[in-house]
């Protein structure tokens, strides 16, 4: 192997691709599950937040889920027009866009509560290897808490 001035462009030396990589990998192998309820993998982390947090603001939500309003927009009034949830401006501040859980998207809830399982078993990492590499990606996020 060479020490060229070039080493640093190999696809093999760059951290982002294995991310990127398995990131597309997995989100691949939610498919199957999430078909059985009729969600997207990003409509999934969209309702997520959204039964967790039964309300938020648009700008709150593309936070939790590191997504801008270009993407959040088109998706949320997709889930809307499902019936999972209702946007409504703030009466405090117009500027802002309310994002409410309906109890159809509650209901939802139920169907989705076995993808997490379904997932692990997907797994080629063990129990403790996971938890590593969770703590792992929120220290790349930032979010050293977790």
């Known amino acids: 192997m060479s020490n060229s001035k070039y080493d640093s462009l190999k696809l093999e030396n760059q951290i982002c691709f294995p991310l990127y990589a398995a990131s597309r990998?997995?989100?691949k192998q939610y498919k199957p599950f999430l078909?059985?309820?009729d969600l997207t993998?990003?409509?999934y982390i969209a309702?997520?937040?959204?039964w967790e947090k039964k309300s938020l603001?648009?700008?709150e939500m593309g936070e939790f889920l590191y997504l801008d309003s270009g993407t959040l927009t088109p998706l949320l009034?997709?889930?809307e027009s499902k019936g999972l949830l209702t946007r409504a401006r703030s009466a405090e501040d117009e500027r802002n866009l309310n994002v409410t859980i309906t109890e159809e998207g509650e209901q939802l809830k139920e169907q989705a509560v076995n993808v997490p399982a379904k997932m692990a078993q997907c797994?080629?990492?063990?129990a403790e290897e996971a938890l590593t590499l969770?703590?792992?990606l929120y220290k790349l996020l930032g979010k050293t808490d977790s």
């Open 134 to 136: 969770y703590r792992i």
């Open 57 to 59: 603001t648009v700008k």
């Open 77 to 79: 009034k997709k889930l």
């Open 123 to 126: 797994s080629k990492l063990e």
């Open 47 to 50: 309702m997520l937040i959204l």
């Open 25 to 27: 990998e997995i989100i």
């Open 41 to 43: 993998y990003t409509q």
């Open 35 to 37: 078909d059985e309820i």
